[in-house]
């Protein structure tokens, strides 16, 4: 088992990484490697002119409604495919070509379809989304313990009681799994779609930054993307993924 690591080993390659990013701008003297202070500078700036908040936000919009659909469908379909053979065989072949389907083919069709708006964006992400939900959850449905139906049967749950205190707790991890891997792809395929067919968003940022090769706004915009992706995980993903797995430790269960 894994101790815990000491506090300053958290601190050792990141910093090594900017500084060796410094000493190599510095010595290639180049606008192709800004210096780490130059992009600071720049995502200042886009920050005091209210660039970098207006599109941040447009990004973060997009991403937690296609988050939020897809988390809905892909739960509620895997879930009925871990219970039910019949749907797992109906649906199974459907959610292999959904998972091997470029995401770039999925966005230009959307587009095409239906045109550079913003529901054609969502549904891009929505339709890429769905079959990663829905193959986790599924394997979480077909792990749910018997004994455990049968005790909720018995003292006749009702189906909210039963989805509430036996299916959740159980399917917990799996939704984690999910929705952790969900973000990671999420934020990929929205910066695509913002690339190709949206007038707003980090993505429309970095490729108007790419058209004149400006390596400080994409890096700029690339850090308070990464910033905001980071704290999510911090504030919100690691204390769910802790209180998920808090009945593993037989010391705080019984606290």
């Known amino acids: 088992m894994y101790g815990r690591p000491p ?74 495919m871990g219970r039910s053979a019949t749907t797992n065989a109906l649906f199974d072949p459907l959610l292999v070509v959904l998972l091997n389907l470029p995401a770039l083919v999925t966005i230009i069709l959307m587009y095409v379809w239906f045109g550079l708006v913003e529901v054609a964006a969502v549904m891009a992400v929505v339709i890429n989304k769905v079959p990663n939900v829905a193959v986790t959850v599924r394997e979480g449905a077909r792990s749910l313990d018997p004994k455990l139906e049968d005790m909720a049967t018995v003292y006749r749950f009702t189906r909210w009681q039963r989805f509430r205190e036996v299916w959740l707790p159980q399917l917990f991890p799996y939704l984690m799994a999910a929705t952790r891997g969900g973000l990671a792809l999420i934020w990929k395929i929205v910066l695509v779609v913002e690339l190709l067919g949206r007038s707003s968003g980090v993505g429309f940022k970095l490729h108007l930054a790419f058209q004149v090769f400006d390596v400080a706004t994409i890096l700029a915009y690339s850090l308070a ?15 769910l993924e802790r209180r998920a797995s808090r009945w593993r430790q037989p010391e705080t269960a019984h606290a």
């Open 7 to 80: 506090t300053w080993s958290y601190w050792v390659v990141l910093p090594a990484v900017m500084l060796a990013w410094a000493g190599l701008a510095e010595a290639l003297d180049t606008s192709l490697l800004p210096a780490p202070l130059t992009v600071l500078g720049t995502l200042s700036g886009e920050a005091a002119n209210g660039e970098l908040w207006y599109h941040l936000g447009a990004t973060l919009g997009r991403v937690l409604i296609a988050f939020v659909l897809a988390m809905a469908l892909g739960t509620a379909i895997g879930v009925a």
């Open 225 to 239: 993307f990464i910033a905001i992706v980071q704290l999510i995980e911090l504030a919100l993903l690691q204390p």
